[in-house]
């Protein structure tokens, strides 16, 4: 579990070598959460096995 911030990214990176999954989350009532995706689908998929299932769920953030 980690931020989505820019400045986690390279320790994101080490989580998925050997993982089995991905969850990924982003906030529906925040568009630039959604459109932030891509990078980090980009990351799974090349740095996980074939198999690895990864998900993708939008939330509602209360603040």
């Not at 986690?8 to 982003?26: E, K």
């Amino acid at each position: 579990d980690t931020a989505g911030q820019e400045r986690f990214r390279a320790v994101t990176r080490s989580y998925y070598r050997g993982a089995a999954g991905a969850l990924m989350v982003y906030d529906i009532t925040r568009r630039a959460t959604y459109n932030h995706l891509s990078g980090w689908l980009t990351d799974a998929r090349s740095l996980t096995n074939p198999n690895t299932v990864i998900f993708l769920t939008g939330a509602k953030f209360k603040r």
